[in-house]
């Protein structure tokens, strides 16, 4: 499971005059998050500027769109000011896209004396 030192985390701040949204996330794929956030809000992608800083090493858990982002936008378009989410270690810890468990079923074939063929 990867475990970053910062844990997921965004400050949206929508500005209702403008019709700007404008994100500030650790995100590792925010492109793909501001289309989405197109595709979900209606608003189109040239009004939502995604922010996302260096953050280090996020081993691949900051590629996905967590709850937390949707409801931090939807809230701050909704209410027209500027909404925090900060997930919490624990949340990281039993949240993240790499935190659950995976369970698989599979053959090998090896000879009687237990040797992989």
Sequence with gaps: HPCPLETCGCVASFDKIKGHLTVYMTSQAPHIVRTVVSML???????????????????????????GYVVAIVASIVLGRPVKWIESR??????????????????????????IK
């Design 41 to 67: 809000s209606g608003l189109p992608e040239s009004k939502i500027r995604i922010i996302s800083p260096d953050i280090g090493g996020g081993f691949g858990n900051k590629v996905g769109i967590y709850p």
């Design 90 to 115: 624990i949340d990281n810890l039993s949240t993240t896209a790499f935190a659950r468990d995976y369970h698989g079923i599979g053959e090998l074939a090896a000879d009687k004396d237990g040797r």
